[in-house]
């Protein structure tokens, strides 16, 4: 299974494990390469959000709220949707403290 994320990640599986793959261009072509294994998707779904979140340019609390708000939304639509479900009930729980 391959799960684009944006144009430089993607969530992939084989019969193993799951990876976080990171694309790479190589003179006229490009090729993703593996960067990070889990066991279960869950981990590589979070993995990966917290890999964006570090990788954004936010200044300040005001823009990191923002970057994750944004992070959250893109890997909610790239999720398949049975977990596209767990994350919008834990989205709800945590905005509702």
Known sequence: MIIPI????QISSNS???????????KDH???????FF???????ESLGNRLIRESNAV????AMVEIKRITS?????????????????EVRTDAN
């Open 30 to 36: 490009y090729i993703w390469v593996p960067i990070a």
């Open 6 to 9: 944006n144009d430089k990640y």
């Open 60 to 63: 300040g609390v005001a823009e």
């Open 39 to 45: 066991p279960r998707f869950e981990q590589a779904a």
């Open 74 to 90: 893109l890997l909610t639509l790239a999720l398949p949707s049975e977990y596209r479900l767990v994350s919008i009930e834990h």
């Open 16 to 26: 193993l494990e799951w990876r976080i793959d990171k694309r790479k261009t190589e």
